[in-house]
């Protein structure tokens, strides 16, 4: 038993700390809106971060999806607005995993980028300029070339997501996985999409706890910063103490192999926890900022918005608390403690 | 490898270990209230059963009663007493708080005079921090320690110090600068309650239990030997104290899964009353007490590999209150017109121990420093807002 980060994931969380901080401050946000940052796209996939899960034999970093949590959270705490999970969450194991390498060299390396069609999202982000499209179905996964696709543009909340419908005649592409097997890959896609979404709420809502403290440290009234009132350090502390508790929850179901028989519910509870903490954060942050906080002119609303947006994707609520639920209230279920871990 | 989410072949055996002994030892019936006569008695007589047994405190080193475990090793030790429904700790100011400050700041001489008694049932502590008018602001207290050759001079009042009724002894800081004020000039003592000049007034609790007590100080002649570190240091070593209250030690994820887990078969018993808020509520504790046990494992992992705990401990002490409150609440909840019937009423569910389990979780928030205080903390030390 051993549930602590090593030095080498210290090191990459504080390595992609800095780089996220450092290349996508909330200015690059206000250029952005709608569009994609080839640029910044091209600097992520320099850091080596879109292979962190293909096998070094394939060019990849050969790390486990505990060390994608931990950069996806840093991700997040910059409400960095690239398909990252998509790309190097979904796309990347599963290329790898078909053999697929010339399209698994070109995620990599961030010379193109591939859209991820599955049955729990029904609008896919970033597909305009994707180059292919991974579709997963239960019983056939399969790779179709952009050409195939349909696009029909949709509007989100989040200036930041760009989303559309997607759809397509025929099979025009090629089948990677069938049966069994396919289904098998379509409910691991699904796990790590719902850990690493819930890994970006983390780092929403540590980013918005860090923004409304920094407000809270120079806004000034009745001649004193507002954070020297209880009231507000109260809601914070409040904040702060819900992220505290759904982080180690959240790496729980990073860390736990797809295979054993509680990953269902450890991710549903990863999703619910980690959404909660980034609601409340949200909710919280906007208190903090006051009038300020209800504008376009403040740059909480990209992260709140993604919140907004996250929640919703890979399982919303209803459909995890219901996971959660046949769990619990089954009989015999295995619950108390000493039930935790195996 | 950081992450290994499953026991080792050790922590497994050392779990059927204790699960052996708690099968064969846990007395078949609860015991009555800790806070009677009584009840106290019968729970001194069950630390000592567990010291025979050897697991009176598994973390503390062998020359002391311990068996030198590991916090993973403690971690598995407490979910195996809770999951056997084993009584409360009489002696947890003892082992728990006084135990580790003692290890952290005693001489030799100290740890061994004090420690092994109280891993063995034969000393009891009280706490004697708060003071009529030093509660939440606990460096007001006028408590005061003269100096007098080899002993001190104690005298003034406590209060709300639990078990004091029945305890041996007491810890506390006391004023020993008279011309100090707030966190300098205060001394860490141990007091024998039987010592000439203390009186101890019982007060009850909502209960009706004489479950905390008023210490009156006329006089007590206290030596030296008996001062915890050095003069004027007795704030630190308090804070220290405090530090475990709230940290690890007090409250170990154990206990709230069996609250939990029985909220769940109180929630299946009673399908007629199970409203859409009934089952929030019962999935809600499932939630909040494994969140609770991760973190506290995650928490024992950083600790084990070297970190310290810091003001972060006040987050926990804020989660496990309030989770705790709220899994008592929705059984309240649950029980309907059930739920005012007292011990040993034959109505009664669960013979009253969700009313009780309310009652107490009321005081969660309150004692071991006030969740509003906490809040303060985690604002300024870990989120770096600046003072009032
Ligand atoms: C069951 C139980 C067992 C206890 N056992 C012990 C024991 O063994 N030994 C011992 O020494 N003490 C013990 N206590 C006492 C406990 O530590 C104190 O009650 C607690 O510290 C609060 O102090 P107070 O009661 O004086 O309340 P007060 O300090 O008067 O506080 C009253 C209210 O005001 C709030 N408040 C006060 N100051 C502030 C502030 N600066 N900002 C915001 N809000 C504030 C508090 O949070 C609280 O809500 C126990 C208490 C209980 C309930």
Redesign the pocket.
């Known amino acids: 038993m051993e549930f602590r980060l090593s030095q080498d994931q210290k090191d990459l969380v504080e390595g992609a700390a800095a780089f996220f901080v450092g290349e996508c401050p909330p200015a690059v946000l206000r250029r952005l809106e709608g569009g994609m940052c080839e640029e910044l796209w091209s600097k992520v996939a320099q850091m080596g971060f879109l292979g962190i899960l293909a096998p070094e034999e394939v060019g990849g970093l050969g790390l486990d999806l505990i060390d994608l949590t931990l950069l996806v959270e840093q991700a997040g705490r910059v409400a960095l607005p690239l398909p990252v999970v998509e790309n190097a969450g979904l796309a990347v194991p599963l290329l790898a995993q078909c053999g697929e390498s010339e399209l698994l060299d070109k995620v990599m390396s961030g010379s193109g980028r591939v859209i991820v069609v599955h049955p729990a999202v029904p609008f896919v982000n970033h597909a305009e300029q994707a180059c292919a499209a991974i579709i997963c179905k239960r019983e056939r996964i399969g790779v179709l070339p952009a050409a195939a696709l349909r696009l029909e543009k949709v509007n989100s909340i989040d200036p930041l997501r760009s989303l559309s419908r997607v759809s397509y005649d025929a099979w025009h592409g090629k089948e990677v996985l069938v049966g069994e097997a396919a289904g098998e890959m379509e409910k691991q896609v699904f796990t790590r999409a719902a850990v690493l979404t819930a890994a970006e709420l983390l780092g929403l809502a540590a980013g918005m706890i860090e923004m409304a403290t920094e407000y809270a440290k120079t806004r000034e009234q009745f001649g004193k910063p507002i954070g020297s009132f209880?009231a507000l350090k109260h809601h914070l502390a409040n904040a702060f103490v819900k992220l505290e508790f759904a982080r180690p929850v959240v790496y729980r179901a990073a860390a736990l192999s797809p295979q054993t028989s509680k990953i269902d519910v450890a991710v549903a509870h990863a999703k619910l926890a980690a959404g909660d903490a980034a609601c409340f954060a949200a909710e919280t942050a906007i208190q903090v900022f006051g009038g300020m906080g209800y504008t376009y002119e403040a740059d909480l609303h990209f992260w709140m918005k993604r919140v907004w947006a996250l929640q919703g994707l890979w399982g919303d609520r209803d459909f995890h608390t219901s996971r959660l639920e046949r769990y619990v209230l089954a009989d015999g279920a295995a619950l108390g403690p000493g039930q935790t871990f195996e | 490898m950081s992450f290994d989410l499953t026991y080792t072949d050790r922590q497994k055996a050392f779990r059927a270990e204790v699960r052996a002994w708690m099968a064969e030892n846990v007395p078949g019936q609860r015991l009555p209230s800790l806070d009677t006569a009584e009840g106290f008695a019968q729970h001194r007589a069950w630390e000592r059963r567990l010291h025979a047994g050897g697991w009176s405190m598994v973390t503390w080193p062998r020359d002391y009663g311990g068996r030198g475990c590991d916090l993973i090793e403690w971690l598995i030790f407490e979910e195996e007493y809770y999951r056997a429904e084993a009584p409360l700790r009489v002696s947890q100011?003892g082992i728990f708080l006084l135990g580790p400050t003692l290890m952290e700041f005693g001489t030799p001489e100290q740890k061994a005079r004090f420690l092994p008694p109280m891993a063995n049932g034969d000393e009891i502590w009280?706490?004697?921090?708060?003071e009529?008018n030093?509660?939440?602001?606990?460096a007001a207290i006028r408590a005061r320690a003269v100096r007098e050759g080899d002993h001190y001079v104690v005298s003034g009042q406590?209060?709300?110090?639990?078990?004091?009724v029945f305890a041996d002894w007491c810890f506390?800081i006391f004023r020993t600068d008279p011309a100090s004020r707030r966190h300098k000039g205060l001394s860490f003592l141990l007091i024998p309650l039987s010592a000439k000049g203390v009186t101890v007034r019982p007060i009850e609790?909502l209960d009706g239990d004489p479950?905390?007590a008023e210490i009156f100080f006329d006089d007590v002649k206290v030596p030296v030997g008996n001062r915890l570190g050095a003069e004027g240091q007795g704030w630190s070593i308090a804070m220290a104290t405090a530090g475990f209250e709230r940290g690890l030690m007090l409250r170990s994820p154990a206990r709230f899964q069996k609250t939990a887990e029985r909220l769940v078969a109180l929630y299946k018993s009673r399908a007629d009353r199970a409203t859409p808020e009934a089952k929030a509520a019962v999935l809600r504790a499932w939630q909040e007490t494994e969140a609770y046990c991760l973190n506290t494992y995650y928490t024992a992992s950083r600790l084990m590999s070297g970190a310290a705990i810091g003001p972060e401990a006040s987050c926990n002490k804020i989660f496990w209150s309030e989770m705790d409150r709220r899994m008592h609440r929705a059984a309240m909840a649950l029980m309907g017109a059930f739920a005012e019937l007292e011990e040993g009423t034959p109505e009664a569910i669960d013979d009253g121990r969700w009313l009780d389990g309310y009652m107490?979780s009321l005081?969660g928030p309150?004692?071991?420093?006030?969740?509003?205080?906490q809040?303060?903390i985690i604002a300024e030390r870990c989120l770096g807002l600046p003072r009032?």
């Not at chain 2, 009280?126 to 708060?130: C, D, E, L, T």
């Not at chain 2, 309150?366 to 205080?373: P, W």
């Open positions: 209880q | 100011n009280a706490q004697a921090w708060s009529p030093a509660g939440s602001d606990m406590k209060i709300w110090s639990s078990r004091a506390g609790q479950g905390f107490f005081a309150i004692y071991a420093g006030t969740n509003e205080i809040r303060n009032s």
